[in-house]
T-cell receptor, first 114, second 110 residues
Framework: DADVTQTPRNRITKTGKRIMLECSQTKGHDRMYWYRQDPGLGLRLIYYSFDVKDINKGEISDGYSVSRQAQAKFSLSLESAIPNQTALYFCATSRLAGGTDTQYFGPGTRLTVL | GQQVMQIPQYQHVQEGEDFTTYCNSS?????IQWYKQRPGGHPVFLIQ?????EVKKQKRLTFQFGEAKKNSSLHITATQTTDVGTYFC??????????FGKGTLLTVNP
């Protein structure tokens, strides 16, 4: 979805480096999410935020941190990258409406940790 | 916590054959959503089912939601090469949070 952008789209880094992945959205949604995708493991939720002052851990938050700088921006940081954090990372946004919560995904960031 | 199981993990078919993927939740859902991820792409919302026993169609795709609102299926009739990709179900529970299944990767041999 062009309304959800992620930077960078690809990144190669070394073990121990600090990395930040950024997500921006122009959909006006209040909810934002970070997922990682690994082959055979589907989409696993790292962190989610239902509004600017609300940050929640997902199922695999260890080794990651997030910052919700504004309603439209949600960043994911790897404080000290390790090789098993090599994966495809997706940001998603949603807005709870009528009791449902459809998610819109960004194009993804492919991260390689050497 | 809520778990959503999806089978099969992989499915390879000949073009023209039918395809079905199944989704089961450990808890009753308020709704279930289906997403498709093309190779090299990102997940894209396909449809949402809300009512018990609901059936919806999108051209050759038929989506069903079980009577108990704990299971769902996606059936594709007469697959085409454009159907290739990974299909994810995602169940929404009473806390409004979506839980994704691991997805079914569909490949189609022309």
């Amino acid at each position: 979805d062009a309304d959800v952008t992620q930077t960078p789209r690809n990144r190669i880094t070394k073990t121990g480096k600090r990395i930040m992945l950024e997500c921006s959205q122009t959909k006006g949604h209040d909810r934002m999410y970070w997922y990682r995708q690994d082959p055979g493991l589907g989409l696993r939720l790292i962190y989610y935020s239902f509004d600017v002052k609300d940050i929640n851990k997902g199922e695999i938050s260890d080794g990651y941190s997030v910052s919700r700088q504004a309603q439209a921006k949600f960043s994911l940081s790897l404080e000290s990258a390790i090789p098993n954090q090599t994966a495809l990372y997706f940001c998603a946004t949603s807005r709870l409406a009528g009791g449902t919560d459809t998610q819109y995904f960004g194009p993804g960031t492919r991260l390689t940790v050497l | 916590g809520q778990q959503v199981m999806q089978i099969p993990q992989y499915q390879h078919v000949q073009e023209g054959e039918d395809f079905t993927t199944y989704c089961n939740s450990s808890t009753t859902l308020s709704n279930i959503q289906w997403y498709k991820q093309r190779p090299g792409g990102h997940p894209v919302f396909l449809i949402q089912l809300v009512k018990s026993g609901e059936v919806k169609k999108q051209k050759r795709l038929t989506f069903q939601f079980g009577e108990a609102k704990k299971n769902s299926s996606l059936h594709i009739t007469a697959t085409q090469t454009t159907d290739v990709g990974t299909y994810f179900c995602a169940g929404q529970g009473s806390n409004y949070k979506l839980t994704f299944g691991k997805g079914t990767l569909l490949t189609v041999n022309p």
